[in-house]
């Protein structure tokens, strides 16, 4: 059946701005979004996502001039993000937003590596996909909302002193606002990289937990999210948005989530973000394939991060006369495997060695949202 169900569910706990500020402009339309190339080095084709790392590139900002260079740094003496950040402002002035339009920094960043990223690699993608991945954990090690192993949590500590450093030496802006999904591994995540940095009275570092910056809802135990106490007794000082329940109501055991609903997910979370909070620079702490779509529904480039990486994106958004959004499925089933299967081939699903249920295309020997998330 063609639904939009699952995007209703997520809409449900939206707005989340404590100032309830709301974006006038865009009341009843819809939102553009467009990613500015020619600031970032990922912007450009010519950069290979493989192998990529934010700290040696200075995450990516190019060396160039600004219009707004002559008046806010007429004696050459600002840093590149300084003088960015003017130029920012300057695009976001106040006739631009009378207009309908509004510019955000967000810099999206994926979760160190989890238990379940390891598990995948121990076992193998057929393995992992149609068998372990339903499963809580091996004995040895638990996957249902995984904690970061200990090189994921290098990973946070290596974000947290990159940014410390690109603070005080080459004075990039401090965020204004922090987003985090409520999966373990990026709360854990936001809180080592940005925990113990000093920031100003003004900016604290108090992220909103958001449903919508979740990973894709596979069957994999990986993907299910812990309670809201869970979460509240880990981190005391997070919020969340209105709305979000003490329970996982969006994960489903027997059926994942589409491809088309993780879109319009994706799509309707970064509406929420730009018509409740002014704030520019945004900071928000994901997955890989969540990241892979808030990049599509921001018109970047395809840029897959690897865990603990980061990406920039200068936003334009321009609010439009509304767009419907067509129908789609929700859900589907996923194939799996009652033991550990022979494999699994692309475009049938899994080969197991016992009766299991009908082969689909969603647990084939690519990996999929969570192995790689």
């Not at 402009?25 to 950069?47: C, E, L, M, P, R």
């Not at 995450?59 to 260079?69: E, K, M, S």
């Not at 994921?152 to 922090?178: I, M, W």
């Not at 940095?197 to 937990?209: E, G, H, K, Y």
Request: negative net charge.
């Amino acid at each position: 059946m063609k639904t939009s169900s699952l995007a209703a569910a997520l809409l449900a706990v939206a707005p989340t701005a404590a100032t309830g500020w709301t974006w006038a402009a865009a009341h009843g339309k819809s939102i553009n979004f467009t990613s500015v190339s020619g600031y970032f080095v990922q912007d450009d084709a010519a950069t290979n996502p493989s192998g990529f790392d934010y700290a040696s590139v200075n995450f990516g900002l190019i060396n160039r001039t600004y219009p707004t260079d002559k008046r806010f740094d007429p004696n050459g003496e600002k840093t590149q993000w300084q003088r960015f950040e003017a130029f920012v402002k300057f695009l976001n002035s106040a006739c631009s937003k009378r207009r309908g339009v509004q510019y955000k920094l967000l810099f999206i960043g994926r979760h160190g590596e989890g238990w379940h990223n390891a598990a995948e690699s121990f076992y193998g993608t057929p393995a992992w996909n149609c068998y372990w991945a339903e499963q809580e954990g091996n004995g040895t090690a638990v996957w249902a909302d995984p904690l970061l192993t200990p090189a994921g949590e290098v990973e946070a500590y290596k974000a947290n002193a990159y940014f410390k450093d690109r603070y005080e030496t080459q004075k990039l802006p401090f965020f204004e606002s922090y987003y985090t999904s409520p999966l373990s591994r990026c709360t854990i995540t936001a809180n080592l990289t940005f925990g113990d940095i000093s920031l100003p009275a003004d900016r604290p570092f108090a992220p909103i937990v958001k449903e919508g910056f979740r990973e894709g809802m596979t069957v994999h135990t990986c993907n299910r999210r812990s309670s809201k106490t869970y979460i509240s007794k880990m981190f005391p000082f997070y919020q969340f948005e209105e709305g979000f329940t003490e329970e996982d109501e969006l994960w489903r055991a027997d059926e994942a989530e589409t491809d088309a609903a993780f879109a319009v997910r994706a799509k309707e979370v970064l509406d929420d973000v730009f018509t409740t909070d002014p704030k520019t620079w945004i900071s928000i702490t994901a997955h890989s394939g969540a990241a892979t779509r808030l990049l599509a529904a921001l018109n970047h480039r395809p840029f897959r991060l690897a865990t603990g990486q980061i990406i920039p994106v200068l936003v334009k958004a321009e609010a439009v006369e509304r767009q419907p959004t067509p129908p789609f499925d929700a859900h589907e089933p996923y194939s799996t495997c009652d033991a550990p299967p022979i494999t699994s081939v692309a475009g049938q699903g899994c080969v197991c060695a016992t009766s299991t249920t009908s082969a689909l295309p969603s647990a084939t020997g690519e990996p999929d949202e969570c192995p790689t998330e």
